[in-house]
């Protein structure tokens, strides 16, 4: 059965086919964050699986490389830092080297989502 | 003349700094995020103007501009100006 579950961090909603129940951890297939299935019913509730600040943003770009099968340059962790400095002064994972503090740059961003990768090589 | 804008998040732009210290260029850096006021908003908009968005670093040498940190452009660059 396949089940459709809206992810708060990339906004979109993604198919999800295997067994839903409370409490499930799963992994938005599009942007790679992790999300806790808060209620099963015609509409899923899942929210970002409550976790540690650095886990969540490592889990979240590993999950996502592997989704798109991208690996990490050297700069990764110089990258992770940053993440992890903008999510203390401003809340959420934005990009550190953007300047808009807006959801659409909550890293993956938006543009890494809609395969800038491919286009630059790396994500911006 | 040389000028970095940066922001102080982004892991980049340190590398960028690093790259023009080692090579002892004299360059005016303005930390965009940290910058208050008229300042920050002139600054805004002239790194909209000259690359159309708002991601840093943007490293202009005279009339080149270095958009992110790409250290063959950026000598590329300054070994035109001299």
Request: glycine share 6%.
């Amino acid at each position: 059965m396949k089940h459709k579950i809206y992810c708060e961090v990339c906004m979109v909603s993604f198919i999800y086919k295997e067994e839903v129940e409370e409490g499930k951890v799963v992994i938005c297939t599009i942007c790679g964050a992790e999300l806790q299935i808060e209620a099963v019913g015609p509409e899923i509730k899942a929210v970002r699986k409550p976790q540690e600040a650095e886990t969540e943003i490592r889990n979240r770009v590993e999950n996502y490389a592997r989704l798109r099968d991208y690996t990490f340059n050297e700069d990764k962790e110089l990258v992770i830092e940053g993440l992890i400095g903008k999510n203390e002064m401003y809340g959420d994972f934005y990009c550190p080297c953007r300047f808009d503090n807006i959801p659409e740059n909550v890293c993956p961003c938006l543009e890494t989502r809609m395969n800038d990768v491919r286009k630059n090589g790396r994500c911006f | 003349m040389v000028k970095l804008y940066a922001l102080s998040t982004c892991p980049h732009c340190k590398k960028a700094k690093q790259f023009l210290d080692d090579k002892k260029v004299d360059y005016q850096v303005v930390d965009v995020d940290l910058a208050k006021g008229r300042e920050q908003k002139e600054a805004l908009e002239e790194v909209e103007r000259l690359t159309g968005r708002k991601s840093f670093p943007v490293i202009v040498i005279n009339e080149i501009v270095v958009q992110g940190y790409k250290p063959e452009e950026i000598e590329g660059a300054l070994d035109s100006e001299t």
